[in-house]
């Protein structure tokens, strides 16, 4: 008993000047810790910060929204490697075997991950040559019903807004090297309805109608090369066609608008618009008596 005693006592005394002989290390280690947990959050303000400012300042120097945005997020990723290159040197690393690192680490890392290069260069090319702006409607002709309002573009990805509010997040990578269709490019789209009315119609008081609707609706410009055409002879119908300029922003609202005049109109006038119908007759077999 009073051996193991003597043996718990031993130990304890070993414990304490274990603790007697390296407390000053550890006490210094925590404080590195506890100044490298504050240099992290503080840091983080300061780069929050100036990236605040930065984008303050491009956005007050009329700069595009897409731009502002790639470089808000390009910033942050350099600005957070720094911090991290800081707190490294605050422990004691050398500069030389932190930039080392950095460009070992830099090298795996861009070697695994070759299709995340590709969407920040792909963001770089979208920023220079602008195919689009955030704002504009864009379709993508490779992804299938991959279409909406561009929302952001960010250093590796761009995020549409579809129809139903639906968030679309697409790589930068993907979207320079497709055929993109940037519906909101200009101020003016031009318009087309096709609408087939009977044979034995009037065509050209259906022309008349027409015509007549385009001039007098609010958003149709009719200085701009406004026409109404017959457009084929079909298999049951005469195709009427019409083309119009219209406000990009106003180009649906117009659209819906104008083919429910053209119905009353037509209605209205006796143009009958001919549709697919099925006529069923029927044969009575005579019995004999």
């Given at each position: ?131 689009f702006q955030v704002g504009d ?149 005579k019995t004999e008596a």
């Amino acid at each position: 008993m009073e051996q193991e005693v003597q043996q718990a006592v031993n130990t304890l005394d070993n414990y304490r000047q274990y603790f007697t002989d390296y407390m000053p290390e550890l006490t210094k280690f925590g404080l590195k810790v506890v100044a490298a947990i504050l240099i992290f959050i503080g840091g983080r303000k300061v780069i929050q910060w100036i990236i605040y400012l930065i984008k303050a300042s491009m956005e007050k120097a009329s700069v595009d929204k897409g731009v502002v945005q790639f470089i808000g997020s390009l910033l942050k990723v350099c600005l957070y490697i720094l911090l991290v290159f800081t707190i490294a040197t605050h422990f004691g690393v050398k500069e030389s075997s932190v930039a080392a690192l950095l460009g070992t680490a830099g090298v795996t890392v861009g070697l695994a991950l070759q299709g995340g290069l590709a969407n920040i260069a792909g963001g770089i090319l979208l920023l220079t040559f602008k195919p689009f702006q955030v704002g504009d409607y864009i379709i993508i002709a490779q992804q299938n019903g991959c279409e909406g309002t561009v929302y952001k573009i960010e250093i590796c990805y761009t995020t549409l807004i579809s129809i139903d509010n639906k968030h679309i997040v697409i790589p930068n990578g993907t979207l320079s090297s497709s055929i993109i269709t940037n519906v909101t490019a200009r101020d003016l789209r031009k318009l087309e309805i096709k609408v087939g009315i009977s044979y034995d119609a009037d065509i050209h008081k259906a022309k008349e109608l027409l015509e007549d609707i385009l001039h007098n609706d609010e958003d149709t410009k009719d200085d701009k090369g406004m026409v109404v055409f017959v457009d084929e002879l079909g298999e049951s119908a005469v195709i009427m066609g019409l083309r119009v300029w219209v406000a990009t922003d106003k180009y649906w609202p117009a659209k819906w608008r104008l083919n429910e005049l053209i119905k009353e109109s037509f209605d209205a006038n006796g143009i009958e618009i001919p549709y697919n119908q099925l006529q069923i007759h029927v044969k009575k077999q005579k019995t004999e008596a």
